[in-house]
């Protein structure tokens, strides 16, 4: 069974603020405020001179979503994902995939994160598009219960991308207001 949605959302500043605002989503612990990232590492980031182009590589572990039951039977609270990005500034083009890599018998999930400049005000908004595809993978005995699970998951993920975005919007007010020479504090709600 594979549940896949897609969401769309205009964040009203200008591509370069989001794009600096993503980096430091999932900052420091005392202000994290998407509490299912338990850490991010960086494994590689690399500058190619001749393109312009950023290619990162981050780990990040997560609380494993979805309901108690599919966790205690899993036996394990955590799930390891891997996360590409790649940053064109010239075309201002942002782009990224994360997928796990533990649970992978059981779940796979693939999410793309596309930012661009808006259409209708390039200079000034960015439209974020973000594609998530959730796969159980079917036990014969269960597939009732498979679909139940995955979309439970998917209601998961759209909440926390919901809470992304109001991290993101956090921090593009605050780079916003540093950039006009205001003195404020990031201090998350």
């Known amino acids: 069974m594979v549940r896949a949605f897609t969401q769309e959302y205009t ?3 200008p591509w370069e603020r989001v ?24 494994l590689n980031r690399r500058l190619d001179l001749p393109s312009g182009k950023l290619y990162s590589t981050r780990a990040i572990t997560i609380q494993c979503p979805g309901p108690w039951f599919l966790r205690s039977m899993v036996g394990q609270d955590i799930c390891h994902c891997v996360e590409s990005t ?22 796979e999930v693939e999410e793309n ?10 200079s000034g908004w960015t439209i974020c598009r973000h594609h998530t595809r ?20 998917a209601e998961s993920f759209i909440q926390n991308g919901a809470k992304g975005r109001e991290v993101m919007e956090r921090i ?18």
Not at 19 to 42: C, M, Q
Not at 113 to 122: A, L
Not at 134 to 152: D, G, M, Y
Not at 172 to 180: G, I, N, P, T, V
């Open 11 to 13: 964040y009203k500043h």
């Open 19 to 42: 794009t600096s605002a993503f980096w430091r989503k999932f900052g420091e612990p005392e202000n994290r405020l998407i509490y299912h990232i338990v850490e991010v590492d960086t």
């Open 86 to 107: 790649v940053v064109d500034a010239r075309s201002q083009s942002f782009q990224l995939t994360t997928r796990n890599i533990s649970l992978r018998k059981m779940i």
């Open 113 to 122: 994160i596309r930012y661009d400049p808006h259409p209708e005000n390039p």
């Open 134 to 153: 959730i796969c159980i993978k079917p036990l014969s005995a269960l597939a009732s219960i498979t679909e139940k699970v995955e979309h439970r998951c």
């Open 172 to 189: 593009c007010k605050y780079l916003e207001a540093q950039s006009a020479g205001l003195s404020c504090s990031f201090v998350p709600k």
